[in-house]
């Protein structure tokens, strides 16, 4: 990347954002990549290079920011997740879509040239097939969140083909790491149930026992993100969002790969409101075009995941 080409990270404080800015700033330089979100980072995004208070839904306030700092790229990560925004469906609605919208508004004024934003599997719903998901497949879903997703990917594609606007989307499993706490979805059990077994050596579930997902560690959701970013224009040919694909388990899998290094471990289940939104979501899911196009490829599986955490 030629020096002046400045990256520009909103959502940095977030579960992704804080390991992309720290994994940005090694690979270019950490003046290179300005982040920004409403609320404080960690300690080592705020002190490791610049970083803005920026809320996307002010336009202006993001236009002078991407001025100021000489912005050519930007990775679009401020959302409401899913079971957040199944709380406050309008509000989800208006900031899943409007920040978009501000950022895919600055590529077609050619103001910033490449444009992340990352899609879910809860594009998917309830009529999806559930085992080995195909790239393209029938996108009914059933969640607000998915809803905002989809459409989202429809803008993506269109301002791509009526604007030529470079913008790149995967569609993310539920991510597990531990630099930062999840924000309010529905996969965040797989997160929440590490902290517990170190505190307290057990966990109640809030999902049920046998609730399959497509699951993916952090490092390699990272390497997917930068990974689609650094390649050539010419082989992001889905212009909407890539399916890819990590590991798939359930909470009673997970637990049993926790309790072989933990013994003493117990888990509970209390299903709630998050049951129904996993149960519309698949179970696994076919990233053979991603492989092809771009040669995406995962690296964890469930045992080096449950390591990395515990
Ligand atoms: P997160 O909730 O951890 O982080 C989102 C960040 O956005 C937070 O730091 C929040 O303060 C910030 N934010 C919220 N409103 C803002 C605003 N108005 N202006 C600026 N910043 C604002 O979420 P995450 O897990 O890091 O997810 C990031 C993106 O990836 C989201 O679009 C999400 O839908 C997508 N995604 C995440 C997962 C996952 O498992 N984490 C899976 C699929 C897709
Ligand atoms: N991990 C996310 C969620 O549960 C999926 O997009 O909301």
Redesign the pocket.
């Given at each position: 990347m030629a020096n002046q080409e400045r990256i520009l990270v909103?959502?940095?404080?977030?579960?992704?954002?804080t390991e992309l800015v720290l994994e940005l700033r090694n690979r270019f330089g950490n003046d290179s990549v300005i982040a920004?979100?409403?609320?404080t980072p960690n300690y080592d995004v705020m002190e490791g290079g610049p970083f803005e208070f920026?809320?996307?839904?002010d336009k202006n306030a993001l236009l002078k920011i991407v001025r100021k700092h000489n912005i050519k790229q930007v990775y679009q990560?401020?959302?409401l997740?899913s079971a957040t925004a199944e709380q406050n469906p309008m509000f989800a609605w208006k900031?899943n879509m409007e920040?978009l919208f501000n950022i895919l508004e600055l590529g077609k004024e050619k103001i910033v040239d490449k444009i992340f934003w990352?899609?879910?599997?809860a594009v998917f719903g309830p009529t999806t097939p559930r085992e080995n998901t195909p790239q393209i497949t029938i996108t009914e879903p059933s969640s607000v969140y998915g809803v905002s997703?989809l459409a989202g990917e429809r803008w993506c594609e269109y301002y791509f083909n009526k604007f030529n606007v470079d913008v790149r989307s995967i569609r993310?499993?539920?991510?597990i790491s531990h630099k930062?706490q999840?924000?309010?979805?529905t996969?965040d059990y797989a997160v929440h149930i590490f902290y517990e077994a170190k505190r307290h050596q057990k966990y109640e579930c809030f999902l049920k026992a046998d609730c399959t997902l497509p699951m993916m560690y952090m490092d390699d959701a990272i390497n997917a993100t930068i990974g689609i970013m650094e390649c050539d224009s010419n082989k992001v040919k889905t212009r909407s969002s890539y399916n890819i694909s990590g590991v798939s388990f359930n909470p009673e899998e997970l637990a049993l790969e926790i309790k072989n290094q933990m013994p003493e471990f117990t888990i509970t289940y209390a299903p709630d409101y998050r049951q129904q939104l996993a149960e519309s979501w698949p179970a696994s899911i076919d990233d053979s075009v991603a492989n092809k196009d771009w040669g995406w490829k995962h690296q964890y599986d469930i045992s080096t995941i449950v390591n990395e955490m515990l």
């Open positions: 909103v959502g940095a404080a977030g579960q992704i954002g920004a979100d409403i609320k920026l809320d996307i839904l990560l401020a959302a997740l900031l920040g990352p899609s879910s599997i997703k993310y499993p539920g991510l930062s999840p924000g309010g979805g996969t």
